[in-house]
């Protein structure tokens, strides 16, 4: 089942319709939930897709930056650290 979309891509993993390979970001909740099973854990590369967030060009960073930064962190560094 070919997509370039994660989200498309869990909805077709979701409704039987294939295996794929995806970041936990996408089906970490599904994994916990039952709704999605992990399969050949011992082939796994481990790679991980590091997220940055780059503010440039202001001295004082706006509140609603700096709250979407952490809610960014508190969402999903946890989901990481579970597979670590």
Avoid: C, W
């Amino acid at each position: 089942m070919p997509s370039n979309n994660g989200e498309t891509t869990r909805d077709l993993s979701l409704r039987g319709l294939g295996i794929a390979r995806l970041g936990l970001i996408y089906v970490a909740d599904d994994i916990h939930a039952g709704r999605l099973v992990e399969i050949l854990l011992g082939f796994n590369a481990g790679d991980i897709e590091e997220i940055n967030a780059i503010f440039l060009n202001q001295r004082v960073m706006p509140l609603r930056l700096r709250a979407f930064i952490d809610f960014l962190a508190e969402r999903i560094s946890p989901k990481l650290a579970e597979r670590r």
